[in-house]
C-alpha cells in the first residue's frame, strides 16, 4: 500500500490537530503539511506537557497556530467549523503526574474530549476524528498479545480517564452518528518528544540519561517486555486508519507484536552511546502496585484493515532518536 502522505489523498483537505505542538500532534502535524494538507494546529502550551513551537521548525510556514485549550467548548467550535478531520491529541499524558493529583487527567482528557465532540456534533457533525488513547487501559495482560477485545482493567486514574474519554467517543458515534477512529498507542518514542521529566515516555527518558551521563535505570531484572513503536511509523498509522472507511467506529491498537525487553532497549541506546552505564533498581511499592507487567499488542485488526505494522528497528528509531537529540538538545534538554 503507498505511502498515503505522499499520494495526494490528504491534499486541500482542512484539518485540526489538538495538543499539535507536542510530541506525536507536531508530527501529525508535519506529516499533513508535507502531504499538502491544509492544517492548523491548536495548543494551550500548559507547561510541563511537551508543547514546543521548534517542533514545527521547516513547516511552520504551511501550519496555522492558535494557542487554545480544548476546555473552552465556544473556542473549540470555531476550531472544528468547515475542518474534514479532527486528530485529538490535547491530554494529559503522564501516569506518574496522575497518581499526585489526579484532577488534569479528568478535566483535560475527559471535559476537554466531551469539549471537542459537542463542537463537532453542533457545527461539523462529519467531521472525522480521529483519537489517540494510551495501551495503559487494559491494564495487566490477561494473554499474550493483548487483541483490542481484551478486558480493560486500568490500574491508574491516568489511563482510566483515557478509556472514559474512548468510551465518551464511543457514545457520539453510535448515539450522533460522529464519524470516529479510536486508536491505543503503545510506548511511543523518537524526535521531538519532550525531554525535561521523567514523567513521559520511558524511552526517551532513558536516551535522555544516557546523552546526560546519567546511569540507565532499568526495574527489576530489565527483562519485561513491551513494544515500542518508532514515531514515524506511529504516524503512518495514524494516517492509514484516518483516511480508511473501514477504520470508523473501531478500537485500534496501534504497537507491535514482535516485543523488546528493557534490555534490548538499553542495548541499543548504548550502541549510540557506548559509555553508558546500566543499573538495576527495585521498584518501589507503588510503581510494582501498578506495574502491568509483559505487555505486547496483537496488531491483526490494523493490519487487516490498513494492511499497516511498523517497520524501523528498535536500534534504528533510537539511532535516529539520538542523533536528533544530540543536533537538538537545547530545544529540549
Avoid at 7 to 23: I, M, N, P, Y
Avoid at 84 to 102: I, R
Amino acid at each position: 500500500m503507498s505511502d498515503p502522505r505522499r499520494d495526494g489523498r490528504w491534499a486541500g483537505k482542512r484539518v485540526l490537530v489538538t495538543g499539535g505542538l507536542g510530541f506525536i500532534g507536531s508530527s501529525v502535524a508535519r506529516a499533513l503539511a508535507e502531504a499538502s494538507a491544509d492544517v492548523t494546529v491548536a495548543d494551550a502550551m500548559l507547561p510541563e506537557f511537551g508543547g514546543n513551537l521548534f517542533n514545527l521548525e521547516g513547516v511552520r510556514d504551511r501550519v496555522r497556530v492558535n494557542f487554545c485549550d480544548v476546555r473552552d467548548e465556544h473556542l473549540m467550535a470555531l476550531m472544528v467549523d468547515g475542518m474534514d478531520v479532527v486528530f485529538h491529541l490535547a491530554a494529559q499524558v503522564s501516569h506518574v503526574k496522575s497518581m499526585s493529583d489526579p484532577y488534569p487527567d479528568i478535566d483535560i482528557n475527559i471535559k476537554g474530549t466531551a469539549a471537542v465532540l459537542e463542537a463537532v456534533r453542533k457545527v461539523n457533525p462529519r467531521a472525522l476524528v480521529v483519537r489517540t488513547g494510551t495501551r495503559g487501559q487494559y491494564g495487566a495482560a490477561t494473554r499474550l498479545p493483548v487483541s483490542e477485545d481484551a478486558p480493560t482493567h486500568p490500574k491508574g486514574l491516568h489511563e482510566i480517564s483515557h478509556l472514559t474519554a474512548e468510551k465518551i467517543f464511543q457514545m457520539y458515534h453510535e448515539v450522533h452518528g460522529v464519524p470516529v477512529v479510536m486508536l491505543r498507542l503503545t510506548n511511543i518514542y523518537g524526535p521531538r518528544a519532550q525531554m525535561r521529566s521523567s514523567h513521559f515516555g520511558v524511552a526517551n527518558w532513558l536516551m535522555r540519561l544516557a546523552l546526560d551521563g546519567t546511569p540507565i535505570t532499568l526495574f527489576g531484572d530489565g527483562l519485561i517486555q513491551r513494544d515500542f513503536v518508532y514515531i514515524d511509523d506511529c504516524i503512518d498509522a495514524m494516517l492509514r486508519c484516518a483516511e480508511t472507511p473501514a477504520c470508523n467506529g473501531q478500537v485500534i491498537n496501534v504497537g507491535d507484536d514482535h516485543p523488546s525487553t528493557f534490555r534490548d532497549l538499553a542495548a541499543a541506546i548504548r550502541a549510540e552511546v557506548p559509555q553508558a552505564e546500566v543499573v538495576f533498581t527495585e521498584f518501589t511499592p507503588e510503581r510494582r502496585a501498578q506495574e502491568p507487567g509483559h505487555f505486547y499488542s496483537d496488531i491483526s485488526r490494523i493490519g487487516s484493515l490498513v494492511g499497516w505494522r511498523p517497520t524501523t528497528p528498535l536500534r534504528d528509531g533510537v539511532r535516529e532518536a539520538i542523533a536528533y537529540y544530540r543536533q537538538h538538545r537545547e530545544r529540549y534538554w
